[in-house]
């Protein structure tokens, strides 16, 4: 017997009990999907979160106080922002921002909207923090020392108080002060877990301290790098400069933290892989599952066929082409299982998943699928090799 003929078998015998057969594929099916879109999943969140991270600009830096607002700290002050301006100490800083921020209640009219993240800041904040205006402008140098009382919004901002009016040149209450609004930011994606980062308003640090957070310290300090390569040096030198300035905290430790977006991506990206990892490993036990119904299927199978196989052995059937058979039954049953789990993972990959727009990694589908295989030649070895030893004799007597 040749093995076209062999195969001709395995597929006859996949055939005679189509119900049987589909239900043992279903379990196959279930944890090819399974493993593909969990994983999906947690690369889909995880480019989520670094390109919120990337926003931010590779070659920024955030410097933030070490002390957790613990009473009689220092903090961070515009001072100590100023002389990370120096140009003989750091020569390679290229902007300087000093940050405050808080939330109010912002009333155009009869409409109040809650921004969550109210930021004083300076204009150059816009450019190192990946932040442009899609309508209207940013303030200005001036606009920041006279403590104008400007502001540009978010896109959600706009859209709660201003819906079908053109936000520019409107004024709004914020904190019992006036605000004009001179500008709309450009639309940021979301992503989940986050705050949304469209709900946010930005204004002159001296009006905002004026009127909403007073003089007090500034919540972080955002330092623009001259260049990305140039992220190590920069950190050196403001590391320099704030270590005569800042206090330091208990035990000796630096009063300041130093963040860059480059550190965050990285520690974001190990920790998704290990996130993704879990996933998929949750999910190929569904795999193992599935193999195990291979199994057992393929044992009642062999009982049911005991007789034929006595009769193919009798006519010379050979105990190798016993074998073949039911194994390539069983892998075949686990290949279209999986080509069926592969099919119905890229559907659900169309479709948002807890919040998170999945990604497919055509690793991850080629893995599952040669997985599913090697399931069927693992789990369908156990009955074959028992179809093949079973003796003519003994076989033939079986009813």
């Known amino acids: 017997m040749n093995f076209f003929e062999i195969i001709r078998f395995a597929l006859r015998g996949v055939a005679v009990n189509k119900l ?10 279930i944890g090819v999907a399974a493993v593909i879109l969990l994983v999906a999943v947690g690369n889909g969140s995880a480019k989520a979160v670094a390109d919120r991270i990337s926003a931010l600009g590779t070659n920024t830096l955030t410097v933030m106080s070490a002390n957790g ?21 750091a020569p390679d800083v290229k902007s300087v921002s000093p940050v405050v921020a808080t939330s109010t209640t912002m009333v155009y009219g009869g409409t109040s909207h809650t921004v969550n993240n109210f930021v004083g800041t300076t204009p150059s904040y816009f450019t190192a923090s990946n932040t442009p205006v899609a309508t209207g402008s940013a303030f200005g140098a001036d606009d920041n020392t006279e403590g104008r009382r400007v502001v540009v919004i978010g896109q959600t901002v706009a859209e709660d108080l201003f819906p079908g009016v053109d936000p520019v040149g409107q004024q709004i209450t914020a904190g019992g002060a006036l605000f004009t609004v001179i500008g709309v930011l450009a639309e ?3 992503s989940t877990g986050a705050s949304d980062p469209n709900d946010i308003a930005i204004a002159p640090i001296v009006a ?50 130093i963040r860059s977006a480059s550190q965050l991506l990285q520690t974001q990206t190990a920790t998704a892989d290990t996130f993704t990892t879990l996933l998929g490993a949750v999910a190929a036990i569904s795999l193992l599952v599935g193999g195990i119904g291979i199994t057992n299927i393929m044992l009642v199978t062999v009982t049911e066929r005991t007789r034929e196989i006595g009769i193919r052995k009798a006519l010379g059937a050979q105990r190798r082409t016993i074998m073949t058979q039911f194994l390539i039954e069983a892998t075949l049953l686990s ?7 592969v099919a119905a993972a890229l559907i659900g990959a169309r479709f948002s998943i807890a919040g998170v727009t999945p990604v497919v990694v055509p690793g991850s589908v080629v893995l599952a699928l040669g997985v599913s295989v090697v399931i069927g030649l693992f789990f369908g070895s156990l009955p074959a090799a028992r179809a093949a030893r079973l003796r003519p004799i003994d076989a033939l007597r079986y009813e």
């Open 20 to 29: 049987r057969s589909g239900l043992t594929m279903l379990g196959i099916l």
């Open 69 to 89: 607002g613990s009473a009689g700290a220092r903090g961070l002050t515009l001072a100590d922002a100023d002389a990370l301006t120096d140009p003989v100490l």
């Open 188 to 190: 940021k994606s979301e």
């Open 208 to 257: 905002v301290r004026q009127v909403l957070t007073g003089y007090g310290a500034v919540n972080s300090i955002l330092v623009e790098a001259a260049d990305s390569k140039m992220v190590s040096t920069v950190e050196s030198e403001v590391g320099v400069i704030l270590d005569e300035r800042v206090p330091t905290g208990s035990g000796g430790t630096a009063g300041y933290r």
């Open 335 to 341: 290949f279209l299982g999986g080509g069926l789990g």
